[in-house]
T-cell receptor, first 112, second 113 residues
Framework: RKEVEQDPGPFNVPEGATVAFNCTYS??????FFWYRQDCRKEPKLLMS???SGNEDGRFTAQLNRASQYISLLIRDSKLSDSATYLC?????????????FGTGTRLLVSP | SQTIHQWPATLVQPVGSPLSLECTVE??????LYWYRQAAGRGLQLLFY??????ISSEVPQNLSASRPQDRQFILSSKKLLLSDSGFYLC????????????FGEGSWLTVV
């Protein structure tokens, strides 16, 4: 089993649609989780952390299911500018040190 | 505010040539520093990390080495490049006191020919 696994997509959605991505991870001891966004040929940028109780940032909602070892990202009211690759990231490290393991990413294409 | 600078942005190197990528962080002290590589169609792979000057940990056996001569400087090197070293190299930093979120530099595109 891969350490962090994502559906590579692409997910093709029209503007205004709601889209969700899931990600599974193998390390049940992991304590921190993130979603990063990566535009073509650019560095990844932090989109949001994922908290146990779930969290929302504007149109973006992240959820964590520890029992099933998966996290999700929901994007509401998709914009053209949301087109990017979304990386699921899990910390396999220990306190004070981040050993982030990245999924290969899910590509999102939002069309007019 | 903290910033990270990485260079060169792009380079094309022949097989067997040396490599040096440099990264500096500004606006913070004693950061954790990282080198990642992203090969075509693959996820980011952690190559090296450092929690302090002169302290380097390697995650995977490879043709590369890293050094941290100063607190906010991280260097990735190779004596002889292989074709398989081609990829997108990213320097990153984090600070435990600031939640340890990792922030990336703009990356260096390396093509070995």
């Amino acid at each position: 089993r891969k350490e962090v696994e994502q559906d590579p997509g692409p997910f093709n959605v029209p503007e205004g649609a709601t889209v969700a991505f899931n990600c599974t991870y193998s390390n049940s001891a992991s304590q921190s989780f993130f979603w990063y966004r990566q535009d073509c040929r650019k560095e990844p940028k932090l989109l949001m952390s994922v908290y146990s109780s779930g969290n929302e940032d504007g149109r973006f909602t992240a959820q964590l299911n520890r029992a099933s070892q998966y996290i999700s990202l929901l994007i509401r009211d998709s914009k053209l500018s949301d087109s990017a690759t979304y990386l699921c990231v899990v910390n396999f490290g220990h306190t004070g040190f981040q050993k982030l393991v990245f999924g290969t990413g899910t590509r999102l294409l939002v069309s007019p | 505010s903290q910033t990270i600078h990485q260079w060169p942005a792009t380079l094309v190197q022949p097989v067997g040539s040396p490599l040096s990528l440099e990264c500096t962080v500004e606006g913070t002290s004693n950061p954790n520093l990282y080198w990642y590589r992203q090969a075509a169609g693959r996820g980011l792979q952690l190559l090296f990390y450092s929690v302090g000057i002169g302290q380097i940990s390697s995650e995977v056996p490879q043709n590369l080495s890293a050094s941290r001569p100063q607190d906010r400087q991280f260097i990735l090197s190779s004596k002889k490049l292989l074709l398989s070293d081609s990829g997108f190299y990213l320097c990153a930093w984090s600070v435990p006191a600031a939640g340890n979120t990792i922030y990336f530099g703009e990356g260096s595109w390396l093509t070995v020919v």
